[in-house]
């Protein structure tokens, strides 16, 4: 189990940009997959990126694909969601979580940072 804390959340004017970081406790989080997930009002919970323990693989969800950027530094336990081109469609609640064993079932989840992009 990892306890996770999302921070680099705000108010940011459309094409601008954000970094979201998510800082995990634990000595196995090398050993997880990390996500980033996000759910704005009245909407399901949406995936936008997912990237392996080593940092080798990434995957995102077409909405935020060639615009956002998800990495890692397992030596600071830290996963990064760098926001660029942002839209009002990106306003949300913007989560992060961890998958044990790199599987794809995440069961740690953090407390989440808003996201508001101003038109």
């Known amino acids: 189990q990892v306890q996770l804390v999302e921070s680099g959340g705000g108010l940011v004017q459309a094409g601008g940009s954000l970094r979201l970081s998510c800082a995990a406790s634990g000595r196995t989080f090398s050993t997880y997959r990390m996500g980033w997930f996000r759910q704005a009002p009245g909407k399901e919970r949406e995936f936008v990126a997912s990237?392996?323990?080593?940092?080798?693989?990434?995957y995102y969800g077409d909405s935020v694909k060639g615009r956002f950027t998800i990495s890692r530094d397992n030596a600071k336990n830290t996963v990064y969601l760098q926001m660029n081109s942002l839209t009002p469609e990106d306003t949300a609640v913007y989560y992060c979580?961890?998958?044990?064993?790199?599987?794809?079932?995440?069961?740690?989840w953090g407390q989440g940072t808003q996201v508001t992009v101003s038109s």
């Open positions: 979580a961890a998958a044990p064993g790199g599987g794809n079932k995440y069961v740690d």
């Open positions: 990237i392996n323990w080593s940092g080798g693989r990434t």
